[in-house]
């Protein structure tokens, strides 16, 4: 008898420990969580407040769409190089960082909808050349041969450096330099280590806007046109149709305005 019954609460437990285990699935990405790589140094679109919590564009696009998917909500900060590579690695399920679509990241990742257009321009201290320059050659010669600054990893680099799975050239005899952030690449700038940083127009006004007895931002001249989009793991074409749809709700609700508005006005 002693010897059914320990066989009995042998199986209770087992199946527990199955019954458990299934519903907490991989561990990494459960069906029910939205784990977002992205990287907090990229105002307005993803930065910390005073009390360290995410906050920014995408951090509340990402808390609405995890409220319309009735999933649970898990933000990874890290550095913006790193966030790819965890989609790849599946330590998240979507990337939210300002992320520009282009052919090389496509063949890592898949992107959702578009959802904001961008546009790369050049900060300089106040007396700099490039920033009486109103047309696109001028600037690029004014370029050349100087020490240009950018947050790793980010289109800027890729322009000034040049690479072939973006189509850009590089600027001739530039210096490159890399930054873990566009607030570091404009403090190396602020402090004389370089002459310029190159960065998407809406983090850089808000930079300038900080700095602005000191620095000053090209406005009248794009250097490249672009479009961000969230990313997910390559062929997760289930979670990007809910966030596409998600997205979708949120701009005829009103809601994608409203926080847009409420971080950057045009």
Same mark, same amino acid.
Request: charged share 25%; net charge negative.
């Given at each position: 008898?002693?010897?059914?019954?320990?066989?009995?609460? !042998?199986?209770?437990?087992?199946?527990?420990?199955?019954?458990?285990?299934?519903?907490?699935? /991989?561990?990494?990405?459960?069906?029910?969580?939205?784990?977002?790589?992205?990287?907090?140094?990229?105002?307005?679109?993803?930065?910390?407040?005073?009390?360290?919590?995410?906050?920014?564009?995408?951090?509340?696009?990402?808390?609405?769409?995890?409220?319309?998917?009735?999933?649970?909500?898990?933000?990874?900060?890290?550095?913006?190089?790193?966030?790819?590579?965890?989609?790849?690695?599946?330590?998240?399920?979507?990337?939210?960082?300002?992320?520009?679509?282009?052919?090389?990241?496509?063949?890592?990742?898949?992107?959702?909808?578009?959802?904001?257009?961008?546009?790369?321009?050049?900060?300089?201290?106040?007396?700099?050349?490039?920033?009486?320059?109103? /047309?696109?050659?001028?600037?690029?010669?004014?370029?050349?041969?100087?020490?240009?600054?950018?947050?790793?990893?980010?289109?800027?680099?890729?322009?000034?450096?040049?690479?072939?799975?973006?189509?850009?050239?590089?600027?001739?005899?530039?210096?490159?330099?890399?930054? !873990?952030?566009?607030?570091?690449?404009?403090?190396?700038?602020?402090?004389?280590?370089?002459?310029?940083?190159?960065?998407?127009?809406?983090?850089?006004?808000?930079?300038?806007?900080?700095?602005?007895?000191?620095?000053?931002?090209?406005?009248?001249?794009?250097?490249?046109?672009?479009?961000?989009?969230?990313?997910?793991?390559?062929?997760?074409?289930?979670?990007?149709?809910?966030?596409?749809?998600?997205?979708? !709700?949120?701009?005829?609700?009103?809601?994608? !305005?409203?926080?847009?508005?409420?971080?950057?006005?045009?």
């Amino acid at each position: 008898m002693k010897k059914t019954i320990k066989l009995l609460l !042998t199986l209770v437990v087992l199946v527990i420990g199955i019954t458990l285990f299934g519903c907490r699935g /991989n561990g990494n990405n459960s069906s029910k969580e939205l784990v977002v790589a992205t990287n907090c140094e990229f105002p307005p679109f993803e930065y910390t407040d005073k009390n360290g919590k995410s906050i920014g564009i995408d951090m509340e696009l990402a808390s609405e769409i995890a409220k319309i998917l009735g999933y649970d909500l898990k933000i990874k900060d890290m550095s913006f190089d790193a966030v790819i590579g965890a989609l790849e690695a599946k330590q998240a399920n979507v990337a939210m960082a300002g992320l520009t679509i282009s052919e090389k990241r496509k063949e890592s990742v898949d992107f959702c909808d578009p959802y904001f257009d961008a546009f790369q321009v050049v900060i300089g201290l106040k007396s700099s050349k490039a920033m009486e320059i109103d /047309n696109y050659d001028d600037l690029i010669k004014e370029l050349e041969g100087k020490k240009i600054g950018f947050q790793n990893g980010t289109t800027a680099q890729y322009f000034v450096e040049g690479d072939e799975g973006w189509e850009f050239p590089g600027i001739n005899g530039a210096v490159s330099k890399g930054f !873990t952030s566009g607030a570091a690449a404009i403090m190396a700038l602020r402090n004389g280590q370089i002459d310029y940083v190159i960065i998407d127009k809406v983090p850089a006004l808000q930079f300038v806007e900080k700095n602005k007895e000191e620095i000053s931002v090209n406005i009248d001249v794009h250097l490249t046109e672009e479009q961000y989009a969230f990313a997910v793991q390559k062929d997760d074409k289930e979670l990007c149709e809910k966030i596409n749809a998600a997205l979708k !709700t949120l701009k005829e609700n009103g809601k994608f !305005t409203e926080i847009v508005n409420k971080y950057y006005s045009d």
